[in-house]
């Protein structure tokens, strides 16, 4: 049932909220940002000299998830032996669930420090002292058997006992709701909003695909489980924050170009149930980046007419060329949705990051269209930020189905392409304000002669290729733009090479596949 994935962020909520809110990470005093080299020598010295709250300190600090200064060989040196005397129940319960997360890590990709034998016992040792993030990791990676030896019934037992202490997330999993089936309104409702009244960003457009009006009668047959279309991406950037309200968003190419049919099946389109209108069906975009993993934005889950979930009727099309053909492509199941632990969701728009989210799907489609070309996955960048040096106007291509122009609320009627132009990685900065963990999370970018990603392409594929498609390399995630280009704030494409990122990939994607992504990217 892959319930690792959605296990994982319940261990990691805390730690990457306050990353991504460092007011808040001061408040609490969970984390002060980058350790300052003196304070680490300091640290370094007393836990030398035998003092164990410094030991415990500075491991802490070094096993910080994603900061900038983890050292996790270092840290496991320091924390292994105090999981193995703690102080104290709770002691055990911290110190243990951190060392089994960062061998969990070690093992998957590989690292010197991994030891697979003691990851179990170390995790199951920190669930027994009564941590509960844990204990959702230890159930999911014995239901997957993908890093531990799997055993089925152990993983339901903890399920159990975390749906009964009041975990929602292991209720669902014990039990998935069933698909929410909502009929269209009887008459379709009129959006009187002006075009130039449009923010876009990427989020809003999920509760607002309601307007969009039905047809007279309900789409017929199983083509409506057509996969993905239109990214519902477009999120306001009102200088208030309390204005930040959801509004209908489908980001399309603006003033770009169509893609020759079947030269890019790779890109995904999140296509939602077939209880609603055909017209409205297209949510967002995404990206093959592995046979049957999609990458797509966070806030395309979060769909007006019920979270994207297993069960929740929607699904994945790959080989896509008109979405509202259902008689192209191929149509895939969702089998897993699991969004980045640190997104907080669209209400924060200042704070928007870590808009990105993995949908597994059933590599077998449920059912087979019309298909130009072959399905293949992109590749997907693996070069670290400091050494893929992103130039002032350095060209990307932004792909997907949304509006084609801020004058029209039709989605394209074929995939589109077009251009943009990135910003260095110091100008992006002062625009987003990331200087924290946060830091280079996100690519920015402004228009180039006139094209632009706009409502309907969140979630879909920012790549580097010359402009020919013939060699995409996936570079980001399309997650907001602002009046499609047109405004004056850079488009935001979250950025996969970011280390949070690569990290929570390695942690979701089953071993061999994150091993095949790293030895294709470039």
């Not at 049932?1 to 994982?8: D, K, S």
């Not at 900038?68 to 709770?90: E, I, W």
């Not at 993983?155 to 009964?164: G, H, I, K």
């Not at 733009?481 to 935001?492: F, I, Q, V, W």
């Amino acid at each position: 049932m892959g319930w690792r994935n959605i296990a994982l962020a319940g261990w990691m909520w805390a730690a990457m909220a306050l990353a991504a809110s460092p007011a808040l990470a001061m408040q609490t005093g969970e984390t002060s940002g980058e350790l300052d080299p003196r304070e680490e020598r300091a640290l370094s010295k007393a836990c030398e000299r035998g003092d164990r709250s410094a030991c415990v300190t500075l491991g802490r600090r070094l096993a910080e998830p994603y900061a900038l200064h983890r050292d996790r060989a270092r840290a496991l040196a320091l924390l292994r032996p105090v999981c193995d005397a703690p102080a104290s129940v709770n002691e055990a319960a911290e110190i243990c669930g951190i060392v089994g997360e960062m061998l969990l890590v070690a093992q998957t990709i590989g690292a010197a420090e991994a030891d697979p034998a003691l990851t179990g016992p170390y995790l199951a040792r920190a669930c027994d002292m009564g941590s509960r993030p844990t204990c959702a990791l230890l159930a999911g990676e014995l239901d997957s058997g993908e890093r531990l030896a799997p055993d089925p019934e152990r993983a339901r037992s903890l399920y159990q006992r975390l749906c009964r202490g009041g975990d929602e997330v292991a209720c669902d999993i014990l039990a998935p709701p069933a698909p929410r089936m909502l009929p269209p309104p009887a008459a379709p409702m009129v959006d009187a909003r002006e075009p130039d009244v449009v923010h876009d960003r990427a989020v809003a457009m999920a509760n607002d695909n309601r307007r969009l009006p039905p047809p007279a009668t309900p789409p017929v047959g199983d083509a409506g489980y057509d996969g993905w279309q239109g990214n519902q991406s477009a999120l306001t950037d009102d200088e208030s924050e309390t204005q930040y309200r959801p509004q209908r968003a489908i980001v399309r190419i603006n003033r770009g170009g169509a893609v020759p049919a079947g030269t890019a099946n790779w890109v995904a389109m999140l296509w939602r149930p077939k209880s609603v209108a055909l017209e409205g069906r297209m949510l967002c975009g995404g990206s093959l980046i592995a046979t049957g993993w999609v990458l797509t934005a966070a806030h395309c889950l979060e769909d007006s007419i019920g979270r994207v979930r297993v069960g929740s009727g929607h699904t994945v099309r790959l080989g896509v060329q008109n979405p509202l053909d259902e008689s192209e492509g191929n149509t895939h199941v969702i089998t897993g949705v699991y969004a980045h632990p640190a997104f907080l969701g669209t209400a924060r728009s200042k704070a928007l990051a870590w808009d990105i989210a993995l949908i597994k799907i059933a590599p077998k489609p449920t059912s087979r269209g019309t298909l130009r070309g072959r399905i293949a996955p992109v590749t997907l960048d693996t070069m670290p930020v400091e050494q893929r040096e992103i130039a002032p106007n350095t060209p990307a291509t932004v792909l997907g189905w949304g509006r084609t122009s801020l004058r029209t609320r039709n989605i394209a009627s074929s995939l589109m392409k077009g251009q943009v132009s990135l910003q260095d990685r110091k100008t992006c900065t002062e625009e987003t304000r990331f200087t924290d963990i946060r830091r280079d999370s996100v690519l920015c970018a402004s228009e180039r002669r006139g094209q632009h990603n706009c409502d309907g392409d969140s979630g879909g594929p920012t790549v580097l290729d010359g402009g020919s498609l013939r060699t995409p390399l996936l570079i980001g995630v399309i997650s907001s733009a602002n009046k499609c280009g047109e405004g004056d704030t850079p488009s935001r494409f979250v950025r996969v090479t970011h280390p949070a990122v690569r990290e929570w990939l390695a942690l979701h994607l089953p071993p061999e596949v994150w091993r095949a992504i790293n030895r294709a990217g470039r």
